[in-house]
């Protein structure tokens, strides 16, 4: 069974950045596809950036120029780099591979203050 674990979040004022970090139990190389899933207060998940095998990403409009994405298939790990945060980034934030196949991990939260 695929374990993830996500990291990185935390307290963090309104233009500020945080770097998320995803630790995967398997080769994430399996996954053609990986993501990381916002989660605001009171709202349902949903995907905000994708990355491939090949490298190629892309993000929902909301965080596009100040998110990115990457990942280090020799690590097991999937990144998401957040910069230039505003209060509407605040919420959990999980990765899963896209479509999610894998057991969603307890995810890391993030408050942006304004």
């Known amino acids: 069974q695929v374990q993830l674990v996500e990291s990185g979040g935390g307290l963090v004022q309104a233009g500020g950045s945080l770097r998320l970090s995803c630790a995967a139990s398997?080769?994430?190389?399996?996954?053609?596809?990986m993501a990381w899933y916002h989660q605001a207060p009171g709202k349902r998940r949903e995907l905000v950036a994708h990355?491939?095998?090949?490298?190629?990403?892309n993000y929902v409009d909301s965080i596009k120029g100040r998110f990115a994405i990457s990942r280090d298939n020799a690590k097991n790990t999937v990144y998401l780099h957040m910069n230039n945060l505003k209060a509407e980034d605040t919420g959990v934030y999980y990765c899963?591979?896209?479509?999610?196949?894998?057991?969603w991990g307890p995810g890391t939260q993030v408050i942006v203050s304004s």
């Open positions: 899963n591979s896209a479509p999610s196949i894998a057991s």
């Open positions: 398997v080769n994430i190389f399996r996954f053609q596809v």
């Open positions: 990355i491939t095998n090949g490298g190629f990403t």
